[in-house]
């Protein structure tokens, strides 16, 4: 997802689809230390979105503040 499209949720929306993301996360880690992780880039690219996710609500808050 592009950060421009993150812009336009609100806050609460990207909370939750920060959680989606780090429980995804968290299962990728769990399927590479158990052998059966089949798509390695995917966890790069969560982590960036976790990151852009991250970074919105910070400029959200300083926003608001």
């Known amino acids: 997802m592009k950060a ?29 230390a158990t052998g059966q992780l089949e798509n390695s880039a995917r966890q790069g690219s969560v982590k960036t979105e976790i990151a852009q996710i991250l970074t919105v609500l910070k400029e959200k808050a300083a926003a608001s503040a």
């Open 4 to 32: 421009k499209d993150l812009r336009l949720k609100t806050a609460d929306e990207l909370k939750d689809l920060l959680s989606v993301l780090k429980k995804e996360q968290f299962n990728l880690r769990f399927q590479k």
